[in-house]
């Protein structure tokens, strides 16, 4: 058996765009949700890579291919007095899972977390994705289940909005 190919992982730039909305597809997919993609690739382009772009993505490579990708920003807790990170969104591509790009991907942010003195770094995981449940959990990470997410979007979000 071959040693798997040493990952590496580098911050992505405007002209990856493309390759990340493939990846996005990809996990929308996976999360069986993939008609809720509504973004292309300019859109992507605007929101991670343009001049008030809020959140960071980063792009995993073996051997030179890129297998997978994070999307993350920082959000703020009230409670500890500074900033947190937040996953918004952590992929790699089926055929390359256990290779290790995962965990590098998360180690990768928290380090970024705690080098910038982060409280937390948060995300959510579908209560039916039991690998990326146990993933996590074996990184270390505790669910809080004691939380209940919530969402106002679309037409609710208008709505509600205009009072």
């Known amino acids: ?5 040493a990952v590496s992982i580098r911050v992505a730039s405007a002209d990856d765009a493309a390759l990340i909305l493939r990846f996005i597809r990809e996990l929308a997919v ?10 292309d690739q300019a859109g992507i382009r605007a929101s991670l890579f343009g001049p008030d772009a809020k ?19 920082y959000n ?6 500074r900033n947190g990170i937040y996953l918004e969104d952590l992929y790699v591509s089926p055929e390359k899972r256990g290779s290790g ?10 380090r970024i977390a705690v080098a910038e003195n982060c409280g937390r770094f948060e995300w959510s995981v579908l209560d039916w994705n039991e690998p990326a449940i146990q993933f ?8 809080q289940s004691e ?4 969402r106002m979007e679309g037409e609710a979000l208008r709505a509600f909005a205009a009072g």
């Open 76 to 81: 703020y807790s009230t409670w500890l007095g």
């Open 30 to 39: 996976y999360e069986k949700a993939e008609s809720s993609v509504q973004t």
């Open 101 to 110: 790009a995962g965990k590098a991907l998360l180690q990768h942010i928290a």
């Open 136 to 143: 996590y959990q074996a990184a270390g990470a505790k669910p």
């Open 147 to 150: 939380w209940t997410v919530y």
């Open 55 to 73: 959140a960071h993505a980063l792009i995993c490579e073996a051997d030179g291919e890129a297998i997978g990708y994070a999307v993350y920003f």
């Open 1 to 5: 058996m071959a040693l798997p190919a």
